[in-house]
């Protein structure tokens, strides 16, 4: 690789980032179910991307890099390290939909999805965030994952089944507001 | 094309025909299948019934972005990666973009400075945050609260009435200045926000720690002693009012929403007290 690659390559990440960071953002707190550690996920992910972005295969789409690597850094470097501080995950049940309140308040439907997305288990929320919420294909989901289609999809049904279930008994289910 | 009994119908494969994500002969052939097996119909109406607008509700996610913040942080990595700071230290408080008199540097820059200086040899300095440099090991959120206070104080200490004459003192600036912080922290900060009966405002800086936007807005008190409402956004849990010295300035600080507030200045601790209420209570 030579330099002219590397400044292409470079500058692709960098152009690439900026429309990007909102999106990212919505990754970081579907993951974490809190802003500032949204945020905090966003400038890892920039600061890694562009140091890294020698490893960019040009032509290839940006933002899927980019999630590979704001998911890697919330796994191998954050999650944990949330927990050891003692204070375990922010209660994303409450923090997902408390962030985005202000802006949710005529969208009853939305926050009532986004309700019930909180309470499933954390691989198939993510699956279904990148699935339904990003529209990625299986394939690319998975990739994202690092994991198996099969397991997105199984992931996929579980959680539709879940949701079938609050539908069929009610909101009782879901923490009083 | 197999026989439909032996056609996959699992929950994967019924997800996918809803998702579309089967190939057109797959998809035929699952449609056949499903039309022989009625336990394998309830079961793809129950996934249907787990279906949502997903969509839409990520979407208004997307909306409370904070779009103007995350633009802020991305052109202070921007900067960070150039190669003019290739020695960046990464624990050093730096004002973010200088506002210049011509010809004549002000006296709260040289300020500055110094106070640049004095942290980088000191060095080891914690924020509030625990995630602005990933390389370093986690520290414990007690030993990180000190650091950025620490960091300010340092700053603070040095400023004179004579510093805060020397920043710029046009509505207009002022304006611009208080705004810039407003949108690095993602915090309102209006003139009636910062208004203090016993302070008069002499400016906002808008300055950084470990790549984090750090406020502070300066006031006389009496018209000879600065005193300095720091701000810094933290994702500690909230903390009431706690009262400290560092460098011979007594210090009240607090936490409130996501955000880490210190008053300080060389004023008698029942007057400090006071005005750090009148604050507590704006940004509450």
């Given at each position: 690789m030579n330099d002219s690659d590397l400044s292409l390559r470079l500058k692709e990440v960098q152009e690439g980032l900026p429309p990007l960071l909102k999106r990212l953002w919505r990754y970081g707190l579907v993951l974490s179910g809190d802003s500032d550690t949204a945020h905090d996920l966003v400038q890892a992910t920039c600061l890694r991307a562009l140091e890294k972005s020698e490893q960019f295969q040009p032509g290839t789409q940006v933002s899927r890099w980019v999630y590979t690597i704001l998911r890697s850094i919330w796994m191998?470097?954050?999650?944990?390290?949330?927990?050891?501080?003692?204070?375990?995950?922010?209660?994303p049940e409450i923090a997902l939909v408390a962030d985005g309140i202000r802006e949710m308040e005529t969208n009853l439907l939305a926050r009532q999805v986004l309700r019930e997305v909180?309470?499933?288990?954390?691989?198939?929320?993510e699956a279904v965030f990148l699935v339904y919420g990003e529209g990625l294909s299986y394939r690319e989901a998975a990739d994202i994952l690092g994991i198996p289609q099969g397991t997105v999809m199984s992931r996929l049904a579980a959680a539709r089944g879940k949701l079938a279930d609050l539908k069929d008994h009610g909101d009782h289910l879901l923490p009083a507001e | 094309m197999a026989p439909a009994e032996h056609t996959d119908l699992s929950d994967e494969k019924l997800v996918a025909y809803l998702d579309e994500e089967l190939s057109a002969s797959e998809r035929k052939q699952t449609a056949a299948a499903l039309s022989r097996n009625p336990e394998a119909r309830a079961r793809l109406e129950r996934l249907e019934r787990g279906g949502r607008p997903f969509g839409d509700a990520f979407d208004v996610l997307l909306e409370a972005a904070p779009d103007t913040r995350l633009q802020a942080m991305f052109a202070d990595v921007m900067t960070k990666q150039g190669p003019a700071?290739?020695?960046?230290?990464?624990?050093?408080?730096?004002?973010?973009?200088?506002?210049?008199?011509?010809?004549?540097?002000?006296?709260?820059?040289m300020a500055a400075a110094a106070a640049i200086l004095a942290l980088v040899f000191t060095g080891g300095l914690a924020?509030?945050?625990?995630?602005?440099?990933?390389?370093?090991?986690?520290q414990l959120a007690a030993e990180q609260k000190p650091g950025w206070r620490e960091a300010a104080a340092?700053?603070?200490?040095?400023?004179?009435k004579e510093t805060l004459e020397g920043m710029p003192s046009d509505p207009g600036?002022?304006?611009?200045?208080?705004?810039?912080?407003?949108?690095?922290?993602?915090?309102?900060?209006?003139?009636?926000r910062i208004a203090n009966p016993v302070l008069a405002f002499q400016g906002t800086q808008l300055l950084q720690l470990d790549?984090?936007?750090?406020?502070?807005?300066?006031?006389?008190?009496?018209?000879?002693?600065?005193?300095?409402?720091?701000?810094?956004?933290?994702?500690?849990?909230?903390?009431?009012?706690?009262?400290?010295?560092?460098?011979?300035?007594?210090?009240?600080?607090?936490?409130?929403?996501?955000?880490?507030?210190?008053?300080?200045?060389?004023?008698?601790?029942?007057?400090l007290n006071q005005i750090s209420e009148t604050f507590k209570a704006r940004f509450s």
């Open positions: 191998n470097e954050l999650r944990s390290r949330r927990v050891r501080m003692g204070q375990g995950f922010v209660d909180e309470r499933l288990p954390e691989g198939q929320r | 700071s290739a020695a960046s230290a990464d624990e050093k408080v730096v004002p973010f973009r200088q506002p210049l008199a011509a010809g004549r540097v002000p006296l709260w820059r924020t509030g945050g625990f995630f602005d440099n990933p390389q370093t090991p986690p340092r700053y603070v200490a040095l400023f004179s600036a002022r304006q611009a200045n208080l705004q810039r912080a407003e949108q690095a922290l993602g915090l309102k900060l209006s003139g009636e790549g984090k936007p750090l406020a502070q807005i300066s006031f006389l008190h009496d018209g000879r002693t600065p005193v300095a409402l720091c701000i810094i956004r933290t994702a500690n849990p909230p903390q009431g009012a706690q009262k400290e010295q560092r460098h011979g300035l007594n210090v009240v600080h607090w936490i409130a929403d996501g955000y880490g507030f210190m008053v300080i200045g060389k004023v008698p601790e029942p007057e």
